[in-house]
């Protein structure tokens, strides 16, 4: 009897192990088109370690040779910070699709009028790195005719406020990946 039952036991693993869901593949280039529709998904991507945030060392910019895109990854609470020595290298990301921001013309009237106040918006939009992600996967290009000199943070909300014209009013939409693993390959 004990045998019949370690049997179904091992019969059950097996099962179960072939049914573990398969983690997606996506490139990079890629990551922004399929995000809505892998929202809360478990995916890995492959790309170069572009950037990571020198103040709290949880956000990684991935990017690939293929694309200008860029995936904003965010360490998982159960991840370490990450190394200052992935810059540049090659990695492999494991996370979780999640929505990272949605910018509206609300947001957009609110950080322009701390732009006129303020002169900037503290936070988010101070990150060289996050901006050039951001515009990528809105498609802006960066332009040397486009940026105002005084103040580059009134082209993007320019720029953003077309891209939601053009998108019939809805949101923009942002999407990151929250890591739960982070590897750097050869």
């Known amino acids: 009897m004990k045998r019949i039952f370690l049997f179904f036991v091992c019969l059950a693993c097996l099962a179960a192990c072939n049914n573990q869901p398969k983690i997606q593949e996506i490139a990079v280039g890629d990551f922004n088109k399929k995000a809505p529709e892998l929202l809360d998904q478990a ?10 945030c020198h103040n709290s060392f949880r956000k990684l910019f991935v990017g690939s040779l293929d694309s200008d895109e860029m995936v904003t990854v965010m360490a998982g609470e159960n991840m370490k910070d990450f190394d200052l020595d992935m810059e540049g290298k090659n990695v ?3 996370g979780i699709v999640k929505i990272a921001n949605t910018i509206d013309n609300a947001y957009l009237d609110e950080w322009e009028k701390e732009i006129m106040e303020n ?23 960066e332009a040397s005719d486009t940026i105002v000199p005084e103040n580059p ?7 953003y406020r077309q891209k939601i014209e053009e998108n019939g009013g809805n949101p923009l939409v ?10 750097v390959v050869e």
């Open 43 to 52: 995916i890995t991507i492959k790309g170069v370690a572009n950037h990571i």
């Open 92 to 94: 492999v990301v494991e």
């Open 119 to 141: 002169g900037e918006m503290e936070g988010e939009h101070t990150c060289a790195t996050e901006q050039k992600a951001e515009d990528a996967a809105v498609g802006q290009a």
């Open 153 to 159: 943070q009134l082209a993007r909300i320019k720029a």
């Open 174 to 183: 942002f999407y990151n990946i929250v890591g739960t693993s982070v590897k």
